[in-house]
């Protein structure tokens, strides 16, 4: 069982969810010197709560001078853009996630961080250069295999073609990482004409969250759901007895009708989608409410419902569009994806909306790689 060192206010209901996912929190004592409980603990990754603790880079100053810490990764929330400049000084993993963001997606951060770490290695084996470089190769080719299974499974979960309407444009954006993630998507024409569209972000990464990700699929395919808000529970109930502890899947569910131009919004756990209105030039979000399907066996989920006029437009994207930073290690944020989406020229089509977006969004990073899968859904009515 992974250690997770928690330094933020011991009622935040943050440690009880992550222990909910299996991991073991350790809280300091508040008769101990932070620095002496430190040295006497074992732990995994650090989570600093930066809005309760305040002093962040004082505080993995703290830890990176303990020899017992010092490469252990951190996690730092903070309620503000940060410039940590010592951060590169500092040995070791320093990730930052900004608020707001959702629970699932600092699962899915911590869950990450903690298998990259197992991944690089943390014990100093005394071992031949030629014993070490024959451990790596095997190592490597193994990993290569997985990689290589667990994109064909992948590749299995996404439809081959999009639905077709002269009322509506669709395009889609799926960008996984080199090592394989487990954001899907998928969208359809139902027997009654609305265009079923789902999109979704398996916790972790690799084989696993491959396997969770063809699981939830099925899970879909078997609920035989319209409404999104009884597609998620339906979801949830097939998935929550059988996905292991600690993994879920965070899912954004809409059900569109091409000839009135209604739709249907669910969440569960995942962002909010955005819904552009061309005449007002202004963007809303979408919201709902409902934890991450496959968390609690009982979850409920709310519906929301709007309507797109022509040439209004709705995305739907996973957290790894949102939380992607730049060189400073700023995240893209909601905003600035929002003010992407209401910058698209009214006349393009959907696939040149959705590339405009994307490239604000790689302009904006720069040369920083993506640390998360990215999936984007874009619908315009067009009648």
């Known amino acids: 069982m992974d250690s997770i060192f928690f330094l933020g206010r011991d009622s935040d209901t943050l440690p009880t969810f992550l222990e909910r996912l299996g991991y073991s929190i350790i809280h300091p004592l508040e008769d101990v010197p932070l620095a002496d409980f430190v040295s006497k603990s074992s732990m995994d990754l650090i989570l600093i709560d930066g809005r309760i603790t305040g002093d962040i ?12 810490t010092r490469s252990v990764p951190i996690v730092c ?35 990450l961080t903690l298998r990259l770490r197992k991944l690089a290695g943390n014990d100093e084996r005394k071992s031949s250069l030629a014993e070490i470089n024959a451990s790596l190769r095997d190592h490597n080719s193994k990993f290569k295999k997985e990689l290589e299974e667990a994109r064909a499974i992948q590749q299995s979960l996404l439809p081959r073609t999009l639905p077709k309407d002269p009322r509506m444009e669709l395009a889609v954006s799926y960008q996984p990482l080199d090592e394989v993630g487990g954001d899907w998507y998928f969208a359809e024409t139902n027997s009654s004409g609305a265009i079923s569209l789902q999109i979704a972000d398996v916790s972790g990464h690799g084989l696993s969250a491959a396997f969770i990700g063809s699981m939830a699929k099925l899970a879909m395919t078997a609920a035989a759901k319209e ?11 097939l998935l929550a007895p059988q996905i292991p502890s600690g993994r879920f899947v965070t899912m954004g569910s809409c059900l569109y009708d091409p000839t009135n131009g209604k739709l249907q919004w669910a969440r569960a ?47 739907m994207f996973t957290d790894g569009v949102t939380e992607a930073q730049d060189l400073s290690g700023e995240a893209f944020g909601m905003d600035r994806l ?25 302009t904006f990073r720069g040369e920083r790689l993506i640390r998360d899968d990215v999936t984007v859904i874009l619908l315009k009515r067009v009648g």
């Open 338 to 362: 929002a003010a992407a989406l209401s910058g698209t020229q009214a006349d393009s089509s959907s696939a040149d909306m959705l590339r405009s977006v994307l490239d604000a969004f790689d």
């Open 269 to 315: 756990g995942h962002p909010p989608a955005l819904l552009f209105r061309r005449k007002s030039g202004k963007v809303f979000k979408l919201l709902g409410e409902g934890f991450a399907v496959g968390f609690f066996e009982d979850s409920s989920y709310s519906v929301v419902e709007d309507e797109l006029q022509v040439g209004d437009l709705l995305l």
């Open 77 to 111: 929330i903070s309620d503000k853009a940060l410039e940590v400049d010592s951060a590169e000084d500092l040995s070791g993993a320093i990730e930052f996630v900004q608020t707001p963001f959702s629970v699932g997606a600092l699962a899915s951060r911590i869950a």
């Open 57 to 68: 880079e004082g505080m993995c100053a703290l830890f990176r001078s303990q020899p017992n």
């Open 227 to 237: 409404a999104p808000h009884e597609v998620l529970s339906a979801m949830n109930r």
